[in-house]
């Protein structure tokens, strides 16, 4: 028996992408910055587990956070350009949910 081995590239992005939430928080954030309301209202997600994921995204350099010094502080999210280029991973996933799968 042959053993395979997954491409580590590819089982990382998985292990990013394969978060709950993360694919919806991205397809959210492909429509341009948003603050944190905004993508909290966009789905039934908990404040916190929100935040987790915005963290997680940042660290990966897939969403940036930016405060803007104003009062009250405006803090917007926004995909960076490793970020945006998950758009066509995103849409094919659509695409294939909308082919594919039944609600």
Not at 11 to 29: A, D, N, P
């Amino acid at each position: 028996m042959t053993k395979t081995t997954i491409c580590p590239y590819f089982e990382k992005g998985m292990q990013i992408l394969s978060k709950r939430w993360t694919g919806l928080i991205v397809s959210q954030m492909l429509n341009g910055p948003q603050r944190f309301c905004n993508i909290e209202s966009s789905f039934p997600i908990s404040g916190r587990i929100l935040s987790e994921r915005l963290k997680d995204l940042e660290q990966e350099g897939i969403v940036k956070r930016e405060v803007y010094p104003e009062t009250p502080v405006r803090i917007e999210y926004s995909l960076t350009e490793k970020g945006i280029a998950l758009a066509p991973v995103i849409k094919e996933i659509q695409n294939w949910s909308t082919e594919w799968m039944e609600i």
